[in-house]
């Protein structure tokens, strides 16, 4: 099952930078402490900082200048921190960051099932879409499922390479399916273009499958883009 509430370092470190940023009243342009220094402040290492740092630039909530160092981006009006307003459009921005990325990887990775999935990938996929109908016609989560049926496209695309790099950003790409910007189902809407990209694979036919594949994330983007939580 996915661990979707264990906090990892990465994101402790994250939270710590943001803290940080609060408790010292610190504003648009003003500098941080350097790479360095961060390390032995919160005990980590560099690859954990810069994880943590990387996801705060996504967001927009620092950035890091090349030869300079690192500044305070996007605070709120008063004072710093990242709630309400401010909270959703990082988020929205990193989850579309994360959306060129699963384009190309998951776009890939669909072209190649539509050649090479075999017979069990094939049933594995349609068993997990009906899953997902049954589960919502009985008003379940269906986040879960959802997340397992595109883990099996990439399977189903046979290319350990392929397979590593999806491995190592899996926890960013389970983003779109546990409750993102705090919504749950927000991505309920797209289960047609599910059944459609899944007959594309199941009929060996490559521009069928990028086809509906490709109306998928326009469709998560659009979604993504007019996202307005009611308490901001």
């Not at 950035?63 to 710093?80: H, Q, T, W």
């Not at 546990?178 to 990209?197: A, V």
Request: charged letters at 35%; aromatic letters at 8%.
């Amino acid at each position: 099952m996915l661990k979707v509430r264990k906090q990892h370092l990465h994101e402790l470190v994250s939270d710590a930078i943001q803290k940080y940023i609060e408790e010292n009243r610190l504003r648009s342009g003003d500098r941080l402490p350097s790479v360095q220094e961060w390390t032995k402040l919160l005990g980590v290492s560099r690859t954990s900082l810069r994880e943590g740092m990387r996801y705060l630039e996504a967001v927009g909530v620092i950035r890091v200048e090349n030869g300079r160092g690192i500044f305070v981006d996007n605070p709120a009006a008063n004072g710093f921190k990242l709630t309400g307003k401010v909270k959703l459009e990082g988020e929205k921005r990193f989850l579309l960051h994360i959306l060129d990325v699963r384009r190309a990887l998951e776009g890939k990775a669909v072209e190649l099932a539509a050649i090479r999935a075999g017979e069990d990938d094939l049933r594995e996929m349609e068993e997990y879409l009906l899953t997902v109908k049954r589960s919502r016609d009985e008003g379940k989560d269906t986040s879960e499922i959802d997340f397992r049926f595109h883990q099996c496209i990439f399977k189903a695309a046979n290319n350990p390479v392929l397979q590593s790099v999806f491995e190592s950003i899996q926890e960013h790409y389970s983003k779109f399916f546990i409750e993102p910007l705090g919504s749950k189902g927000l991505f309920d809407n797209t289960d047609e273009y599910h059944r459609t990209m899944f007959e594309g694979i199941k009929r060996r036919d490559t521009v069928l499958a990028l086809t509906e594949f490709n109306r998928l994330m326009d469709k998560i983007e659009e979604d993504i883009k007019n996202y307005e939580q009611a308490h901001t």
